[in-house]
Structures are given as structure tokens and as C-alpha cells.
């Protein structure tokens, strides 16, 4: 659902890509699968519209792991979790937020 918004202040030095708007989306629960000790694991996220050329993406895990981002297209993007030291990724979720 789209909700109007008729004021945006854009931080001074930073990038606004749009300026008549901003674009936000959120998936939460994101499901993870499990790894083996030191392997990372890669999950496919897509939202039902496409994205934006260019966007940031902020990923929360609900456990112990680095995480990043890789591959963005307007399809949407892979999250990458990488465990800390030699601990492994449990099958477990993970939120996204994408701003644009």
C-alpha cells in the first residue's frame, strides 16, 4: 500500500536518488537455511515489484553472522550470511530493509 507523504528532509552530504519521493520496502522472517562450521549461506530475496535502479539494502540476522549483500538487480537481491570464526549458520530468519 503506498502512503502519500508531502515532507522529506534529505540529510545535508547525503545522496538522494529521488526527489519527489522515497521508496521503502521490508520483509521480515526472511528464512535461512543451515551451514557447516566457517560456510557462508546465500538466500535469493525478491519482493512482488520490481526495485529501483539504486537502493540500499540493511539486513538484520537473528543470530551470530556477518551479513551482506550481493548481485542487486530491479529482481531484488542475494543475502549472504558469514558465520563469526568457525561457528556454523543455524537454519534460522533474517529482516531486510530496502530504501530508495
Known amino acids: 500500500m503506498a502512503i502519500d507523504k508531502h515532507t522529506m528532509q534529505v540529510v545535508d552530504g547525503s545522496s538522494a536518488i529521488f526527489t519527489d ?21 546465500t538466500t535469493a530475496v525478491t519482493f512482488s515489484e520490481p526495485l529501483p535502479p539504486v537502493y540500499a539494502v540493511f539486513v538484520t540476522p537473528s543470530q551470530f553472522a556477518w551479513a551482506s549483500v550481493s548481485a542487486k538487480t530491479s529482481a531484488g537481491f542475494n543475502v549472504v550470511l558469514t558465520p563469526i570464526a568457525a561457528n556454523s549458520i543455524a537454519a534460522g530468519t533474517f529482516d531486510v530493509l530496502v530504501v530508495a
Open 21 to 41: 519521493r522515497t521508496i521503502v520496502g521490508v520483509l521480515t522472517g526472511v528464512v535461512n537455511a543451515s551451514g557447516g562450521a566457517g560456510v557462508a549461506i
